[in-house]
């Protein structure tokens, strides 16, 4: 082989190498042409544990997400330290009943945490949670205070207004994340769901996601991907959210919303305070990236 | 003959090491315990340290309940003589024990007479109006230099340690180093990191006291500490004490050599008032002769170390001293970002009563509250003070005024505190993005944490930084409904400053007006 036989050579292979090499670049706006109508699965009743087992069944249950030895995160909303009855934290008893159904389906571990806004051991404290999930003996599962060493800088390659955000590690290194935000109101986004909840597992400084919050939170939604939202409206706060203090303010609405499918649990949980899904910033931002569904006409709801 | 178990110094040493972890566990219990109400009185020493007793009764001409327990090493001083300094004292057992690394060579003569000139002047000022007494209370400077400094920096680096493993050690040296790691986060690092004003100010004073040792062994017991003052003018009254030795002697003086207090003179004589029963002499007395007993009558009562002269020298000091006070801007004017924590007293009765332990701003769950320096006046330094950007005031915490050894921050319920403005807020419109540029945002409105919110918003059409007509929500402050927390400026998201920012205007104590002469 000659100098001149070999650079010709590797020209060649190199050229066939790199045009061999399948480049998926498939955008979801794409992908979500062709699944299947959004589920949302709905659930009432005053007894919040077993609500839980009801409001998943529709969706195939607890094990249609988890399999057995996963690592499972669940997220809920333990932002502010107020007591379950103030409506501004997810309800303990929802929690509970997320981490044992979890367990069921053979999760190998449960994480729960929360990047609080209030001081984080008042929140676990007071929110209820932290005493709720200590009454589960089973070594599997277990909730933590963050840790700030797990905060890592994630690019978000499809942002429109972020690229780049610090999250924390197990969120994104789990086989199943769910999120588990809390229904209410709030004075910048008007309410707080799914989308919303999502900022408890950022790092830095959170504040300044909320002079574009809509997109923001769309675009955070991008690489933050819950395979099952189950929003708490067992009782949601109607007004001073996110944080509320008033329980006048809190209307008893005994009802869990489920759904693989993130925009359309904000979508459909909207509607419980009168307001159409495109109210929220969020969830027009992120239906519009085609991240999942917000028109009620096209989203299959199912009473459990 | 019989040995005793153990010998008397070692009884000694040992009760110094149950003392000192007593002292270290309480300091690390001085946080939240995941109840609203402290399960263990953190404050104990505090509570039981005569010198700060009667200083903060003095300021503020009055009996302070808290501070009775002080009442008791009074009484066992009588009976028993100094052993709370050689025993008990946290930062008398830091002494000792720093004498390993420090041997004192220099062997400068005794001063005993300047602690009592500083016991006087500090009492007499304080009652004046001049309350400085905690500025050389032995466990304040203690609290201080731990509180402020070490524990805060014992917490980063370990934590830097744990983060180079973590990120950087193979799995198996983690499967050994994050258990360490958690063991010592739930009981010996703050639970998070804090930062402190005055932390190198706070350690360098503590590291001075224990390096005065280089001068002469318990240098500052034997001539500064104001409570050692107290405590041995009391045991120049004891009822027992250790005597023993004299002339008969001869030339045997190892008693007098080992000494860490300068206390036996050269006829073998311990004064009482000096000795702080370390029993070193006791133990190692060649003949045995050193007995602990009652005392025969007048034995070890020497003449007072502070002459008529220096007696009233300390107390015009301490008495001329205030009047130079309303001297100050601070008379007419007082710092309107001083925010004292909720529950604070009046100003003028908050200084006479703090006694700078720094057991609040130890406690204080959002790392709000930090040393002043001389924003409340050289009579304020170490005094609490809530520092916004740095930490704001938890809404439902009331950890501050649980900690007070002296009442000079109330306990308030969680109630009480929940009504209890400690400044407003108020908005600079130059900088809020709403305001300035047209841009959303009310962060500070989402972590108001009033029930109904002290941050309402109006919707306005702006113009915007790029020229657009936007709507937007500007935030503003409704008066009454603000306590001050802080917890908006602390969040506020921009750069260099916060746009709203907390003054000390409508707190419930009063304005922050000093005291005005006598």
């Given at each position: 082989m000659d100098r001149r036989q070999f650079l010709r050579d590797v020209l060649l292979w190199s050229v066939g190498a790199s045009l061999t090499v399948p480049r998926f670049n498939i955008i979801t706006e794409a992908l979500a042409a062709d699944k299947p109508q959004a589920l949302v699965s709905l659930a009432k009743g005053e007894d919040y544990f077993a609500l839980v087992a009801r409001v998943l069944a529709p969706l195939g249950g607890m094990g249609?997400?988890?399999?057995?030895?996963?690592?499972?995160?669940?997220?809920?909303?333990?932002?502010?330290?107020?007591?379950?009855?103030?409506?501004?934290?997810?309800?303990?008893l929802v929690v509970k009943a997320l981490v044992l159904q979890a367990l069921d389906a053979g999760a190998s571990k449960v994480l729960v945490f929360d990047r609080t806004c209030n001081e984080q051991r008042r929140c676990y404290a007071n929110s209820g949670i932290e005493a709720a999930l200590a009454e589960i003996t089973d070594s599997r599962a277990g909730i933590e205070h963050v840790d700030p060493r797990k905060f890592v800088p994630v690019d978000i390659t499809r942002g429109k207004s972020i690229t780049q955000w610090e999250i924390y590690k197990d969120a994104l290194d789990c086989n199943c994340y769910i999120n588990v935000p809390v229904a209410k109101h709030h004075g910048l986004s008007r309410l707080t769901l799914g989308l919303k909840n999502s900022m408890g597992v950022l790092g830095g400084n959170r504040g300044a996601l909320h002079q574009n919050i809509g997109q923001n939170l769309a675009d955070l939604a991008t690489v933050i991907r819950p395979k099952l939202t189950v929003i708490d409206a067992t009782r949601i706060?109607?007004?001073?959210?996110?944080?509320?203090?008033?329980?006048?303010?809190?209307?008893?609405?005994?009802?869990?919303?489920?759904?693989?499918?993130?925009?359309?649990?904000?979508?459909?949980?909207?509607?419980?305070?009168?307001?159409?899904?495109?109210?929220?910033?969020?969830?027009?931002?992120?239906?519009r990236m085609g991240l999942g569904e917000m028109d009620l006409a096209r989203i299959q709801v199912v009473t459990a | 003959m019989s040995q005793p178990l153990l010998r008397p110094s070692l009884w000694r040493r040992l009760g110094q090491c149950l003392f000192l972890a007593l002292f270290l566990f309480l300091f690390i219990k001085t946080d939240y315990a995941g109840r609203d109400e402290l399960p263990w009185a953190v404050n104990l020493f505090f509570r039981i340290d005569p010198f700060l007793a009667l200083a903060a009764m003095l300021a503020v001409r009055m009996v302070i309940a808290l501070m009775l327990p002080a009442a008791l090493i009074l009484l066992l001083t009588l009976l028993f003589g100094r052993f709370?300094?050689?025993w008990i004292c946290p930062m008398g057992s830091m002494i000792d024990g720093s004498r390993l690394l420090l041997r004192s060579r220099m062997k400068v003569p005794n001063l005993p007479g300047w602690k009592y000139a500083l016991l006087l002047t500090l009492l007499t000022a304080s009652f004046c109006g001049l309350p400085v007494a905690g500025y050389l209370d032995p466990f304040s400077l203690l609290v201080r230099g731990l509180s402020f400094a070490l524990h805060p920096a014992f917490g980063s680096a370990t934590t830097?340690?744990?983060?180079?493993?973590?990120?950087?050690?193979?799995?198996?040296?983690?499967?050994?180093?994050?258990?360490?790691?958690?063991?010592?986060?739930?009981?010996?690092?703050?639970?998070?990191?804090?930062?402190?004003?005055?932390?190198?100010?706070?350690?360098?004073?503590?590291?001075?006291?224990?390096?005065?040792?280089?001068?002469?062994?318990?240098?500052?017991c034997r001539s500064l500490c104001p409570l050692g003052a107290l405590l041995a003018f009391l045991s120049r009254y004891s009822l027992f004490a250790l005597a023993g030795g004299g002339e008969d002697c001869g030339k045997c003086r190892h008693c007098r050599d080992i000494c860490r207090m300068g206390a036996i003179d050269e006829q073998r004589g311990i004064s009482t008032a000096e000795c702080i029963l370390c029993l070193d002499c006791l133990s190692q007395c060649p003949r045995s002769r050193i007995h602990y007993g009652l005392r025969k009558n007048g034995s070890g009562m020497q003449a007072t170390d502070l002459s008529r002269r220096g007696v009233i020298t300390s107390l015009t000091v301490g008495a001329l001293l205030p009047l130079v006070l309303p001297t100050r801007l601070l008379t007419r004017n007082a710092d309107p970002l001083l925010i004292r924590p909720p529950g604070a007293l009046a100003e003028a009765d908050f200084l006479c009563r703090c006694v700078r332990c720094g057991e609040c701003m130890k406690v204080c769950i959002g790392n709000a509250l930090q040393p002043a320096w001389l924003e409340a006046g050289l009579e304020g330094i170490f005094t609490p003070r809530l520092i916004g950007r740095i930490g704001y005031c938890e809404y439902n915490c009331t950890l501050c005024g649980q900690v007070c050894p002296t009442g000079?921050?109330?306990?308030?319920?969680?109630?009480?505190?929940?009504?209890?403005?400690?400044?407003?807020a108020y908005f600079n419109k130059n900088r809020c993005l709403p305001y300035a540029a047209g841009v959303p945002c009310i962060v500070c409105e989402e972590h108001c944490p009033t029930p109904e919110k002290a941050i309402k918003f109006r919707e306005a059409a702006v113009v915007n930084t790029r020229g657009e007509q936007v709507f937007v929500r500007q935030p503003y402050i409704a008066g009454e409904l603000c306590i001050g927390c802080g917890i908006c400026e602390n969040r506020c998201p921009l750069d260099g400053g916060a746009a709203v920012i907390v003054t000390s205007e409508g707190a419930s104590r009063g304005g922050g007006k000093i005291r005005e002469g006598y």
């Open positions: 249609k997400f988890v399999k057995p030895g996963d690592k499972v995160v669940i997220k809920p909303n333990i932002g502010w330290d107020r007591r379950p009855e103030q409506g501004a934290t997810t309800h303990p706060l109607l007004r001073s959210g996110p944080q509320g203090g008033d329980v006048r303010d809190v209307k008893k609405t005994d009802t869990l919303i489920a759904s693989a499918d993130p925009v359309a649990a904000d979508a459909y949980a909207t509607t419980l305070f009168d307001l159409p899904p495109d109210a929220i910033e969020a969830t027009m931002a992120a239906y | 709370s300094c050689g830097s340690f744990f983060t180079w493993t973590y990120q950087h050690a193979p799995a198996w040296l983690n499967a050994i180093t994050e258990p360490v790691y958690a063991v010592m986060k739930t009981h010996l690092l703050p639970f998070a990191d804090k930062v402190y004003d005055l932390s190198v100010l706070s350690l360098f004073l503590l590291l001075t006291v224990l390096g005065l040792s280089v001068l002469e062994s318990r240098f500052f000079a921050i109330r306990r308030l319920s969680r109630d009480e505190k929940q009504r209890t403005a400690i400044g407003r």
